[in-house]
């Protein structure tokens, strides 16, 4: 994605049907050029558009910095963030638009498919507390002491394997385990048991995919007719 997203969904959202000023326009990207140098990604500002749409349709705004105020700290540089601007292939990393759902109408009895315009992002903040929530979780760990034995495991492999590796390596293994009748794993060093497989995971997942960003806000004003 680059600048002009920004110019485009500003526009659309705040001066629809209207051609933007020569001036405006320039204004709108020499702000969203700082704001990235700055560490801000296109969709955190997009979507911050589109947050600010939904409260407030009607606002007179003129300026990202009415938004963002430019002291403020880009998600991606926030405090134990482990996650960089790259795209990310793994669920938890990502979110989209909602499966089409098929519904009856009460009234005639048809059946309808309801579907929303399609979007996919990285999510914007994701902790090493997280991933290894994520762990617990997946392998119903009860036990609160291995917690911190299991952060401070991820803690120490985090910048030897990608958080996308990791997050398909305990995919993997749970149902590698789960299909053998096997207990599941307690300690985060067992993941390396599995981290072969975790490679082909990650890989299917990337040839599945279009490796890119489709944007929120796209799919926003397609579905609001803006």
């Known amino acids: 994605m680059n600048l002009k997203h920004i110019g485009i969904c500003f526009f659309k959202l705040f001066y629809p049907n209207k051609t933007p000023p020569k001036k405006h326009l320039k204004k709108i990207l020499k702000e969203g050029e700082y704001l990235t140098n700055k560490g801000w990604t296109i969709s955190n500002i997009t979507n911050r558009l589109v947050k600010l749409h939904k409260d407030q349709p009607n606002i007179n705004i003129k300026s990202l910095f009415q938004i963002i105020k430019k002291t403020k700290t880009p998600p991606l540089k926030k405090d134990k963030n482990i996650l960089k601007d790259k795209f990310y292939y793994h ?10 759902k098929i519904v009856i109408d009460d009234d005639n009895g048809k059946i309808i498919r309801k579907t929303e315009p399609f979007y996919l992002e990285n999510i914007e903040y994701f902790t090493l507390k997280h991933l290894t929530k994520y762990f617990h979780k997946e392998m119903k760990i009860k036990d609160k002491n291995l917690l911190r034995l299991n952060y401070g495991g ?43 497989e975790g490679i082909k995971r990650l890989k299917q997942a990337k040839n599945l995919s279009s490796n890119k960003i489709v944007p929120y806000y796209k799919a926003y004003i397609k579905k609001n007719n803006l």
């Open 91 to 100: 669920s938890v990393l990502q979110k989209t638009s909602s499966p089409t």
């Open 154 to 196: 991820f803690r120490k492999i985090i910048d030897d394997y990608s958080l996308d590796l990791l997050l398909f390596t305990i995919d993997v293994s749970k149902k590698e385990l789960i299909n053998n009748d096997r207990k599941l794993l307690k300690n985060y060093s067992q993941l390396f048991n599995y981290t072969d």
